[in-house]
């Protein structure tokens, strides 16, 4: 079950119609898991500064299960989310930082228990 928090000092008009959805559907594709399962948050209009500068930046937080626990597979899911990011939002690389976090079974609760047991 992957969680996508997209943050954004870019103010909610320039953040694309839709771009929750289709950071879903690019995040479900790009971690391999099935959409359903995926849930995305954008906070756009943050107070946000990265290296120092105010300039239009993002910080995406990828976490899930078994699937973002190794520089392998981070390197790769690092170089197609920043493939979407920057055609989504026109930002350079370097304004995007990504920070990955894997999650145990134990770690998710869903209908009245934690994912371990569904």
Same mark, same amino acid.
């Given at each position: 079950?992957?969680?996508? #928090? &997209?943050?954004?000092?870019?103010?909610?008009?320039?953040? $694309?119609?839709?771009? #929750?959805? /289709? &950071? *879903?559907?690019?995040?479900?594709?790009? @971690?391999?898991? $099935?959409? #359903?399962?995926?849930?995305?948050?954008?906070?756009?209009?943050?107070?946000?500064?990265?290296?120092?500068?105010?300039?239009? *930046?993002? =910080? &995406?937080?990828?976490?899930?299960?078994?699937?973002?626990?190794?520089?392998?597979?981070?390197? #790769?899911?690092?170089?197609?989310?920043?493939?979407? @990011?920057?055609?989504?939002?026109?930002?350079? =690389?370097?304004?995007?930082?990504? /920070?990955?976090?894997?999650?145990?079974?134990?770690?998710?609760?869903?209908?009245?228990?934690?994912?371990?047991? @569904?």
């Amino acid at each position: 079950m992957p969680f996508v #928090e &997209l943050d954004t000092n870019l103010p909610a008009n320039r953040v $694309p119609a839709g771009l #929750e959805k /289709r &950071l *879903c559907s690019a995040t479900a594709a790009i @971690l391999g898991k $099935p959409e #359903e399962r995926v849930s995305v948050t954008v906070r756009p209009g943050l107070a946000m500064t990265l290296g120092g500068t105010a300039e239009p *930046c993002v =910080q &995406l937080m990828v976490s899930s299960i078994g699937v973002v626990g190794t520089a392998e597979q981070n390197r #790769e899911h690092s170089a197609r989310f920043f493939e979407f @990011l920057t055609k989504e939002l026109a930002l350079g =690389q370097d304004r995007i930082v990504i /920070r990955f976090y894997p999650l145990d079974s134990w770690q998710i609760g869903k209908k009245g228990t934690v994912m371990t047991f @569904l």
